[in-house]
């Protein structure tokens, strides 16, 4: 099976959840809505959340209706993330595309977020599950959570701790909640519920370690913003975190609490060291290792197609891009 | 009983409401965080929303405690509605205390609002009640629209639909939540909660349309903004929909859907004339119809000192400040 079988696999599913997504914006919008939520749709993305949470679902037999749901449910909240976050950093641009904050003022953009949530928390209600509806709550908590940390936080801080809370917090949280609650809908069994919550979160931290390796080592072209953007925004991810490590007297390390990652040329040597140094193939291991914990979690499931598919979407994890 | 006892009546409740509510600012949360909702929670407010819910609940019985998870939750979820609203208002004030946004970057001010979105919905998660939750997303939802829809339309306009539309979704779908909320935790009763849901609506619209009347008729020091600053936003209201009704050929009311209410002399005469004109009585009229509707609902209760209260709550609506 090839790397990217496992979309093909839950294909018309998808096609349903997007339906469901898009469905959200209709009845009564207005049309300036509608168009916002186009836009944002049509931006596309892998959609990679509710690809897991269909995959682990289809695994464990939950019925499809619900997969479908809470994949909606889950990329809208996902989405609303992005749409406030976009707007807090300013960006013009997430995946090469114009960002709504772009083209919108920020009175439209934050409450088209806000409509994404409320759209979101609707559809995840729409589950008739109680348990859901908190692992729902939880996680939105978890993520906005997150971001003030972030936004509060001293920036240029080397703190693997930190790190960790911080990419669990934007990423990981809803891997999780995408894969537990598909097995929710499926099985009351602990166990299976357990190790499944386990892959998601490993795979979720494994996708943004990897995201943060392709910040240093990737293609701009690819990568769709410019390199090293996070280290310029005072971001310490896991390779700047390494390489810290391992060079602990470098000035342009010792610079970034301080501030250092404010001047651009610096930031520049810095990750061009980075770039060439031992900190992209360690944190890459890293993430090597999330995934082999994943598929470890995997065990607590009979030999399946969908197993194979949910093996293949953890490699691709890492695979992608590199 | 005088026309304030009713607070006086759930006071101890209230404040177990306010604490449930700054406990959410607790927790490893980071301390500009949990001064920011601080700051919220001191500027204070009536906690309407809340008294209602527990008259009501403590009238039919419900479980205290749920009564007051129900109360932080509807009032965070009012609090992080203004948050926005003030941040896409540009308002420097509410309640005569700086917003957040006079104090904060659009940034946190934005994700101060979802963080209390989320701990509104985690609270409405908690009361363990599946149909509450849909009825917190369904209102969530209601708000955000209203909100978008107020965004979208053309400013100026003097339409009544429009007005009532909005002034539900602004107001009355949280009095309507927290009084049909506060009624689902006691009985099962379809007649009871649907009479409780309409208590709920008509002091809810009441509320709104006595709030629009004193930017009419109240005093600026008491209002705490200038008078008139709704006309001046482009929203036309009650008391501006009567007055149009009755001098449709009034050069500044036709002014308005051509952005008349732009210029300030025009909407200072225009208020000049309303205040004195029979439009804030009329305007008054329909709040206290809406009051006496009100009351006709609670005929399903029989008579106890908790409906005594619910009916000097109704009452107060229209009587305060006028």
Known sequence: MSAITFFTSVNEQLQFVEQRMREQAGDGQHPDLKSALEHLLSAGGKRIRPTLGLLVGNMLGAPEEKLVTLGASVELLHTATLVHDDLIDGALLRRGMPTLNARWSPAATVLTGDFLFSRAAKLAAETDYLPLMKLFAETLGIIVN????????????????????????????LFEMSALAATMVATEDE???????????????????????????????????PIGSDLLNGLVTLPAIYFAEANPYNEDVLSLPGGGWKETARVQRLVDAIRESRAIGQALEEARKAVSRALNSLDVAPTSPEKDALEDLAKFIVDRKI
Chains 1, 2 share one sequence.
């Open 146 to 173: 997150g971001e003030l940390t972030q936004m509060f936080s001293s920036h240029g801080m080397i703190d693997r701790n930190n790190y960790y809370n911080r990419i669990y917090a934007k990423t990981a949280s």
């Open 191 to 225: 166990e299976i519920r357990s190790a499944m919550k386990a892959f998601g979160y490993e795979v979720g931290m494994a996708f943004q370690i990897v995201d943060d390796i392709l910040d240093f080592a990737g293609d701009q072209s690819t990568v769709g913003k």
